[in-house]
């Protein structure tokens, strides 16, 4: 069946260094990809987005890869900060409305 | 401008019994998902509701249903609880017609005793 998983379950990082986050994808009709970042009692946040006629888009601090011949997808975090310690979450769009998220990977930045 | 809100925060149930949690959409959006979420999991999609009608639905059983108003907030109702309903209950808004960003809810925790 469709699913979206993550490769990696923890990052550990220093305050400063870059972050890559990444993401397997088994839809290849998948037409939307988002990141959403999640902290302790709090709903997903909404970080970055890409359409699938993309192969890469830049945000604030932020860039989203995307590889359709291997359906893989990366979530970059530039100059990784302490506030950006959370559970990240790539999730898959294709049937107008119904996300599909992985399990998550745990990012823990250092100080 | 208010974000998705839900209520309520945390609820405890006993199992058998029935429950429902609100939603109320970010201004502007008129589309209302619901997701399950279980510790240490990805959310899992419920269902979906536009225009007061249910357009989309996940691997859930009938237990679970739910409802949109014409303001449209809208309702998730669970009936004869299971242990394994324990989660976060998460509402997503969404206004499809411009894009398929949808924006989260703090969530309900709900614990099934």
């Known amino acids: 069946g469709e699913s979206v998983g993550l490769h990696l379950p923890t990052l550990s990082v220093q305050e400063g260094d870059n972050s890559i986050i990444n993401c397997a994808y088994s839809n290849s009709a998948s037409d939307y990809f988002i990141w959403y970042k999640q902290e302790s009692g709090k709903g997903p946040q909404f970080i970055i987005d890409?359409?699938?006629?993309?192969d890469k888009r830049q945000g604030q601090r932020v860039t989203v890869l995307l590889n359709k011949t291997v359906k893989h997808l990366s979530l970059q975090i530039a100059a990784t900060q302490p506030g950006d310690s959370a559970v990240y979450f790539c999730?898959?769009?294709?049937?107008?409305?119904?996300?599909?998220f992985g399990q998550g990977t745990e990012l823990s930045v250092k100080p | 401008d208010a974000g998705v809100t839900q209520s309520p925060t945390h609820l405890i149930k006993t199992r058998g019994q029935q429950v429902t949690l609100r939603c109320s959409p970010k201004s502007g959006h008129d589309t209302v998902s619901w997701y399950q979420q279980a510790l240490g999991q990805g959310p899992q999609f419920i269902f979906q509701y536009y225009e007061e009608e249910e357009r989309q639905r996940g691997n859930f059983p009938d237990r679970f249903s739910g409802h949109q108003f014409p303001n449209y907030s809208s309702e998730l109702n669970v009936n004869a609880l299971l242990l394994g309903d324990s989660a976060l209950y998460l509402c997503?808004?969404?206004?499809?017609?411009?894009?398929?960003?949808?924006?989260f809810g703090p969530g309900t925790r709900l614990t099934v005793t």
């Open positions: 999730a898959e769009n294709n049937q107008g409305g119904k996300l599909i």
């Open positions: 997503a808004s969404s206004y499809p017609h411009e894009g398929f960003e949808q924006y």
């Open positions: 890409i359409r699938s006629n993309m």
